[in-house]
């Protein structure tokens, strides 16, 4: 049973920052790829950033030069350093995990950004 327990999220002023972390049961290399993806009041859920097992990273353009994505293999945890805040990014952050094909999802965590 695959768990992910995303934590972090918060209120926070723009241009402030956060860093987001979802600690994965069982050891990370398993999944061929992880990543963080947000959805928006009455909005679709969309890819926020991806790690693949190999460290190759994947950012929306909405984010890139704002938002880092980061593992640590010893702590079976991914990480997302958002600076540059801006209201738009509003939004649950959700952590995903692939493996063999099949999605996992966390519960996801709040980030609320004011203006």
């Known amino acids: 049973q695959v768990q992910l327990v995303e934590s972090g999220g918060g209120l926070v002023q723009a241009g402030g920052s956060l860093r987001l972390s979802c600690a994965a049961s069982?050891?990370?290399?398993?999944?061929?790829?992880m990543g963080w993806y947000r959805q928006a009041p009455g909005k679709q859920r969309e890819l926020v950033a991806t790690?693949?097992?190999?460290?190759?990273?994947n950012y929306a353009d909405s984010v890139k030069g704002r938002f880092t994505i980061s593992r640590d293999n010893t702590k079976n945890t991914i990480y997302l350093q958002m600076n540059s805040l801006k209201p738009g990014d509003t939004a649950d952050y959700y952590c995903?995990?692939?493996?063999?094909?099949?999605?996992?999802w966390g519960k996801g965590t709040p980030v609320t950004v004011s203006s």
């Open positions: 790690i693949t097992s190999s460290g190759n990273t």
């Open positions: 995903n995990a692939v493996r063999v094909g099949l999605n996992y």
């Open positions: 069982g050891t990370i290399f398993r999944f061929s790829a």
